[in-house]
């Protein structure tokens, strides 16, 4: 089957940045021009420029084993002392690191000194417990400092975190616990969500409760932090309390340097296999990228900005853009631990008001919800502090990025469309925003100093215009390393497709502009092939939101017998034209809608009216669950969503 992804839908609205912005802005066209005259010695500066070495590395790049990377291999650094000692060193320890919002309202004002003697003592406490260089520690907690706390005082002690998202069950954190044989876990009694206390302690009971089977054994203490005040049950000599560990604590504690391959974390993602697929990411050159792209593409400048990525601690964004990116920079960042409704729809927007956040870095999915509810929500906020958006995770329709400018951004603020993955463990593909003239919908260019292409099946790079396979071709400073305890399940997963030509292949499909711009398609596994042409589900979805009506939409390929697939479509109306359509006509009207956009070949067979979609956790649609739907299917495993009850709803709405 050709790989050859045909292009349906034209954007041509382009947004300059303002001469204000440019003037001000960190990144400018010659890293370009650095970088492409030499890649190698462009990080190695840049690695030098933005962190402290404690011995000084002489190898840049060692690629002598593909896929097995290092960088900077005989370096050493400490990422806790990059993060917070040499800001209170270099006199900047009053400054705000972390403005802390609790659900329920409360509020912490964290310094770098006040961060950096907290970690010190938590790192006192990790050796107390005789956690070092190389054990592995699980995290499951809320978005708290406490998070991030742990996560510096396990990198200070060399130790590797592997964060679990607090709303896994026991289930899968066991499974977790299992594959990393973690010695401690570190978790809370509980965290707020919605209103109420979401208890976490008793997941790790429950993952804990078979000790003396597998890597169970491997568990000797249960830290656990107080959030929520509510009762837990004590295993004794298992579980200590955090404040007591750390009031024992002394706040004395120097950072050691660990070689630039020590691993820093596992991250587990999800795989094709029933097996959690452990991301591997070492020191230097995670944090060289970590750091470089919260500079220059997200334009963060320490002393001026307020930084909030809403991204939890349990995914990748939250490591490299809350945890380890913006305090390597010294920079003042909001963190958030509840849902964005509670109390009330403008939760966000509040918090965007009372701390004059100014750059805002978040997902198309929280973006297209807030279409769905109204621009009369944010419009009750002065958000006039903000002056740069970023969005990460999935295709952003070019109808939620113009409403993401004009209604969050008031029209003036460049947004950044930041391609990238878990295993790519920072930025790749992003407008660097004053110097790219951006479009709407198209991540557009890769970083300096990181080099992509759009291939076919064969890995021959396709010409501008043309659709196909997205790969690195090229080594990069935060790539992963590997796949915790399975090395040949990463090169298997990641290099095995273009062995041949050494390239990454990242599981998306991609398209080039007339001008080379990349825009992304969408998972591989979700195109669909309508009567001999490949169709991305992005296009036919961006179209759909282009709709007044429309606030979010899912397409997925159904068995047909005239065209092979059928373009089939779940879509949630915005709430104010539910009052006055009926869902038959606007159905109807879609249909026609799409024809007149994108052309008859993209004419949803069925159009779904629906209240909600089935997503994962991290926000992105489960197409292979509605595939099952549209095809009459009984529905696959809906362990992984966010809320398993969805698809029923939608089942049932369906038939
Ligand atoms: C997959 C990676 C990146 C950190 C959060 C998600 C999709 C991510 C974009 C974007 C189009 C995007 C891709 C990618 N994706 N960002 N800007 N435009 N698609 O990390 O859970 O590892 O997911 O998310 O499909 O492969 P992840």
Redesign the pocket.
């Given at each position: 089957m050709s790989s050859q992804i045909d292009h349906l839908l034209d954007e041509n609205r382009r947004f300059a940045p303002s001469a204000e912005f440019a003037a001000q802005a960190n990144g400018t066209a010659e890293l370009y021009e650095r970088a492409a005259a030499d890649r190698e010695g462009f990080w190695a500066d840049q690695a030098r420029e933005l962190l402290h070495w404690h011995t000084p590395f002489t190898e840049v790049l060692d690629w002598s084993n593909p896929p097995f990377a290092k960088w900077f291999g005989d370096g050493e650094l400490s990422v806790a002392y990059n993060c917070l000692d040499r800001h209170v060193e270099a006199g900047n320890g009053d400054r705000v690191a972390i403005l802390f919002e609790g659900e329920p309202g409360d509020t912490r004002r964290i310094t770098y000194a006040e961060l950096t003697a907290e970690v010190k003592k938590a790192a006192n406490m990790l050796e107390s417990l005789g956690i070092g260089q190389g054990d592995r520690v699980a995290i499951y907690l809320p978005m708290i400092p406490e998070a991030v706390i742990a996560m510096l005082a396990c990198a200070r002690v060399g130790a590797i975190h592997s964060v679990v998202f607090g709303g896994f069950s026991a289930d899968s954190l066991r499974s977790r616990l299992d594959d990393a044989a973690a010695r401690l876990v570190i978790t809370a009694d509980g965290g707020y969500r919605k209103g109420k206390v979401s208890p976490l302690k008793p997941a790790v009971d429950q993952a804990l409760a078979d000790r003396g089977t597998g890597a169970q054994e491997t568990v000797e203490h249960v830290v656990v932090v107080r959030r929520g005040g509510n009762d837990v049950a004590w295993t004794e000599d298992r579980d200590l309390w955090w404040h007591d560990l750390l009031d024992q604590a002394s706040a004395e504690h120097e950072a050691r340097p660990f070689p630039a391959e020590n691993p820093l974390y596992i991250l587990y993602?999800s795989g094709t296999t029933g097996k959690p697929k452990g991301v591997v990411h070492t020191s230097g050159g995670y944090l060289t990228q970590a750091v470089f792209t919260n500079k220059y593409i997200l334009d963060i400048h320490p002393d001026t900005d307020v930084f909030w990525c809403t991204a939890d601690i349990g995914?990748?964004?939250g490591h490299t853009y809350v945890a380890y990116g913006p305090l390597a920079l010294g920079a003042t960042q909001v963190m958030y631990e509840g849902t964005p409704e509670t109390p009330q729809p403008g939760r966000w927007w509040d918090i965007v008001q009372k701390y004059g956040v100014t750059i805002l870095y978040t997902a198309p999915t929280a973006i297209r919800s807030f279409m769905k509810q109204g621009r009369q929500i944010p419009q009750q906020y002065d958000l006039s502090t903000l002056r740069l958006l970023g969005?990460?995770?999935?295709?952003?329709n070019p109808e939620a990025w113009i409403w993401y400018r004009d209604i969050i951004g008031g029209g003036k603020t460049p947004i950044v469309?930041?391609?990238?993955?878990?295993?790519t463990g920072a930025t790749m593909i992003a407008p660097m925003p004053g110097v790219t003239s951006t479009k709407p919908g198209s991540?557009q260019v890769p970083l300096p100093g990181i080099s992509v292409d759009v291939v076919d099946e064969q890995g021959n790079r396709v010409e501008n215009g043309n659709g196909g396979l997205l790969v690195v071709t090229e080594p990069w400073p935060s790539m992963l390393r590997g796949v915790w305890g399975d090395p040949e399940r990463f090169t298997e997963t990641y290099w095995a497709k273009f062995a041949d030509q050494g390239y990454y292949f990242?599981?998306?499909g991609a398209r080039k502009d007339e001008d080379g711009d990349i825009w992304?398609l969408?998972?591989v596994d979700d195109v669909m092939n309508v009567s001999g042409h490949r169709l991305s589900t992005t296009e036919i979805e961006s179209a759909l939101v282009a709709h007044e009506a429309t606030a979010e939409a899912a397409v997925v390929g159904a068995k047909d017998d005239t065209t092979g697939e059928a373009v089939v479509a779940f879509v949630i109306l915005k709430e104010s034209y539910l009052a006055v359509h009926t869902p038959e006509g606007l159905a109807t009207q879609l249909r026609v809608w799409v024809s007149e956009q994108i052309g008859p070949i993209a004419r949803p067979r069925d159009i779904y009216i629906v209240g909600e979609l089935p997503k994962t956790r991290?926000g992105?649609i489960m197409r292979r669950l509605l595939r099952d739907v549209a095809d009459g299917r009984e529905v696959g495993d809906t362990t992984t969503l966010a809320d398993t009850a969805v698809m029923s709803i939608i089942s049932a709405q369906v038939k």
């Open positions: 993602t995914w990748v964004t969005s990460v995770g999935e295709p952003i469309d930041t391609w990238w993955q878990t295993e991540a990242a599981g998306d992304l969408g998972r991290s992105k």
